[in-house]
């Protein structure tokens, strides 16, 4: 390697160990830090971010803060506007409710529609993500259990063969994911998520598709009251 500093690809000079990380670059660094202290709640809901104070927090200039601004924009765990700048996301039990409303018989639809399709090399990927997450949740490795999470969902809406559906549900499911991704070790949710995908897993891999569909529409619906209650109790 040159004795010159490693830059990222926008040529800035890698801050070492500013961040206490090894990134790849700076914004990675100042993105996964600032994901890391919105989901352990360090920063609170509705906190006002300035790239000035972040820039000199972290020990970096301000275009990977401002990047890392926008990454995270794109996940929906900051805001931005013309009044109050750029925030962390609050969480509204609300919106929350409206999303889980069109996806509950979206997805049940979809699960009734693909369970029927799915082969046994399907049941099979099912299996081993369903014991991925599980084995994520352990290690409280939390943004791997949710990948394993959405694949094992995947799996069954692929199968579907609905296209337009398909698109409806993976939006959904995105514009969800930052309240799953806040709310990730509630009070004894892990152990009831994982004996929920289990019994969508055995209903699938029995051919019984409204079985399956009744299992994933209970097991969206707990998701849902068990995260809303926990918005409206942290606003309290």
Same mark, same amino acid.
């Given at each position: ?27 990675? !660094?100042?993105?996964? @830090?600032?994901?890391? =202290? *919105? %989901? ?6 509705? #906190?006002? /971010? ?42 509204? !039990?609300?919106?929350? @409710?409206?999303?889980? =409303? *069109? %996806? ?6 979809? #699960?009734? /529609? ?123």
């Amino acid at each position: 390697m040159s004795p010159r500093a490693r830059r990222d690809e926008v040529g800035t000079e890698m801050p070492g160990a500013a961040l206490g990380l090894m990134p790849t670059t700076i914004t990675t !660094a100042v993105a996964d @830090r600032l994901r890391d =202290e *919105i %989901r352990s709640g360090k920063l609170s809901p509705g #906190t006002r /971010l300035r790239q000035a104070h972040i820039a000199e927090e972290f020990g970096v200039s301000t275009t990977p803060v401002r990047e890392a601004f926008a990454a995270l924009e794109r996940e929906g765990l900051l805001q931005s506007n013309a009044h109050r700048g750029v925030t962390v996301f609050e969480p509204s !039990a609300i919106e929350l @409710r409206e999303i889980y =409303e *069109i %996806r509950i018989p979206l997805e049940a639809l979809a #699960t009734e /529609l693909g369970a029927p399709n799915l082969t046994e090399a399907d049941i099979k990927r099912m299996r081993k993500n369903l014991k991925g997450m599980i084995a994520a949740n352990r290690k409280k490795e939390w943004a791997a259990a949710g990948e394993f999470n959405n694949e094992f969902h995947l799996e069954i809406y692929r199968r579907a063969d609905r296209s337009r559906l398909l698109k409806l549900i993976t939006d959904l499911r995105d514009a969800s994911r930052v309240y799953v991704d806040l709310f990730p070790k509630l009070p004894g949710r892990m152990k009831e998520v994982e004996r929920e995908h289990k019994e969508i897993l055995d209903a699938c891999a029995a051919g019984q598709a409204k079985k399956a569909a009744k299992a994933m529409i209970a097991h969206l619906s707990y998701t849902a009251d068990a995260i809303s209650e926990t918005i409206t109790e942290e606003a309290q």
